[in-house]
């Protein structure tokens, strides 16, 4: 079945949820209308990976599904999600040698992705066949993921996922293990997100609550909590 998007509206035409239904479903919802009118919806949607967005919302969902679908095999609960505008940016110790990844830096990258998606969720992506590397060099051609590269080590990644008018939602933030405790990680980001301002209005990110190191990274560089994510994955 082909991505969907499905908008619910009240009887005055208002829109009142918003689902995307891809390989996972990202939802947004306003009232428990149209969260019955998704549950309904999401029986046509066999397979998804995972339910992703507001907390409420998805809790919301999975209540209205869980007695036919599929148990989750992670539930990551509660994410804090942050929002970075130009004006909160911190000045975190002087600009550093970040930039977009270049093809050459596509196996650089795949090989650091690929372990934080091992270490998060416990299975390695590279088992698709080759798909995962592909993803990620799409995701390079189109400007997406960036990088600090120094002296041929990576000390930093990241990748800008979901746009729109109001936010960049920045993914994959990373620092490989032999890198940490340097400070690299909020020099990177404040340097990317001094870049991306450029063209974007504002950033956000959600993160897992126990990921302690990483929300310190975020708060130094400026980001404010403003919601709260959830995440069901499923096998």
């Known amino acids: 079945m082909p991505d969907e998007l499905v908008l619910n509206r009240d ?22 209308a149209a969260l019955d009118a998704f549950a309904i919806e999401t029986r046509k949607h066999r397979g998804l990976r995972s339910f992703v967005g507001a ?56 090989e650091h992705s690929a ?24 995701g390079i051609a189109q400007g997406s993921w960036w990088v600090w590269i120094a002296d041929g080590a990576l000390r930093f990644q990241c990748n800008v996922g979901p746009r729109s008018a109001a936010t960049a939602q920045l993914q994959g933030v990373w620092t490989p293990p032999a890198q940490r405790g340097h400070g690299y990680a909020t020099r990177a980001l404040s340097a990317i997100a001094r870049r991306l301002f450029s063209t974007e209005t504002t950033l956000s990110l959600y993160v897992n609550d126990f990921n302690a190191p990483a929300i310190a990274v975020y708060e130094r560089a400026g980001f404010t909590r403003v919601g709260t994510f959830a995440t069901y994955l499923f096998p």
Do not use: C, K, N
């Open 55 to 110: 907390q409420d919302a998805v809790e919301g969902l999975w209540s209205r599904v869980r007695a036919w679908h599929p148990e989750p095999s992670v539930v990551r609960g509660v994410q804090p999600l942050y929002v970075l505008a130009p004006s909160a940016l911190r000045d975190v110790g002087g600009d550093v040698d970040v930039r977009r990844a270049r093809d050459d830096d596509a196996e650089l990258v795949t």
């Open 115 to 138: 372990q934080m998606i091992l270490g998060e969720l416990g299975y390695d992506p590279r088992a698709g066949r080759g798909a995962y590397a592909s993803a990620i060099r799409r």
């Open 11 to 32: 009887f005055r035409g208002r829109v009142t949820g918003l689902a995307y239904y891809g390989m996972q479903l990202v939802l947004a919802a306003d009232d428990e």
